[in-house]
């Protein structure tokens, strides 16, 4: 077996190996905006080669972390793969110790991802990662409701520098690691996508941003995949009713999205009577370096996780 570290000449057998594992295509339109535009940097890929065939691959996605107001250099763990054929030889934990001590090496503070139910033994008894929860989503069943808003919906095709003031004047609000929503990330992330089509609105009041979220359909639901906003009831209700109008256009039959417990907005949700449901997604997280900032990286609640953070949605 051969190990080796990512050269371009290797896209076209990762994208065969993604087909066979996954039994679905990544393009290589996809690869290359996810991973060779990515505002936070060039991916770490460590790939196993046996006689000249790519059997496994391995692939760390530089990502920002603002950890309690301070800039951190961190990794997201995505699709990571190994040839059916070559499974239980120990491949894949040899590339990721590989990467890991890269990512150690180039001063990264911590790896994170989102492991499935097959994913999750090797996540957490092979390669030290400590499960911090399974993810629940929030739904609800699509029907009339009577809601209290305040604010102008408006529909956006970019994400522009006023954006990156909102995103200052509430992170003090929010879970204390987060990746920054700045306009250059969120661009980058729903505008740029080259697969998904998002729709992105903000919310404004005498012309001041006081919250955006983004929407998207997934078979039969209404999916918020992100938003941000300040806490206030009238302006989470104008997310909802336009959740709703989504639904009745697009034929949906819920609402689903992911939100902190700790937040205001959860509990609006609640008393909507969004209900929480577990999925078999749990949240790890392993450290490469040492993290100086004053907060317990190990406590799910103080992420703020939605499901655009992950590489499902």
Not at 119 to 146: A, C, H, N, P, Q
Not at 247 to 260: Q, T, Y
Not at 285 to 294: E, G, I, P, S
């Amino acid at each position: 077996m051969l190990t080796k570290e990512f050269q371009d000449e290797d896209k076209s057998q990762i994208l065969e190996l993604f087909e066979k594992v996954f039994h679905k295509k990544m393009t290589e339109q996809f690869w290359n905006w996810r991973f060779g535009k990515n505002p936070h940097g060039k991916p770490l890929i460590k790939l196993a080669f046996i006689e000249k065939n790519l059997v496994a691959n391995y692939l760390l996605h530089p990502i920002i972390l603002e950890i309690n107001n301070c800039k951190r250099r961190c990794l997201f763990s995505m699709t990571t793969m190994t040839d059916s054929d070559y499974s239980g030889r120990g491949i894949m934990t040899k590339l990721a110790t590989d990467v890991y001590d890269k990512g150690r090496n180039d001063l990264y503070k911590l790896v994170f991802l989102f492991a499935n139910k097959n994913s999750r033994y090797m996540f957490t008894k092979k390669l030290d990662f400590k499960e911090l929860t399974v993810i629940k989503e929030l739904t609800l069943e699509y029907g009339k409701k009577e809601l209290n808003v305040d604010g102008k919906i408006i529909k956006i095709n970019e994400f522009d520098e006023q954006f990156d003031s909102f995103f200052e004047s509430q992170k003090n609000n929010l879970p204390k690691i987060i990746i920054p929503r700045i306009s250059s990330y969120l661009n980058w992330r729903f505008i740029k996508n080259p697969i998904t089509k998002y729709c992105c609105y903000k919310i404004e009041v005498k012309n001041k941003i006081v919250g955006y979220f983004v929407s998207s359909k997934y078979k039969d639901k209404c999916q918020i995949v992100d938003f941000l906003v300040e806490e206030n009831e009238k302006y989470f209700a104008q997310i909802i009713k336009l959740s709703l109008e989504f639904c009745n256009d697009k034929k949906c039959k819920k609402i689903s999205l992911w939100v902190n417990r700790k937040l205001m907005f959860f509990e609006f949700l609640n008393s909507l009577g969004f209900r929480e449901r577990p999925i078999e997604t749990y949240f790890c997280v392993k450290t490469l370096n040492d993290l100086d900032a004053n907060v317990d990286y190990l406590e799910f609640d103080n992420w703020f996780i939605t499901m655009s953070d992950s590489d499902v949605y």
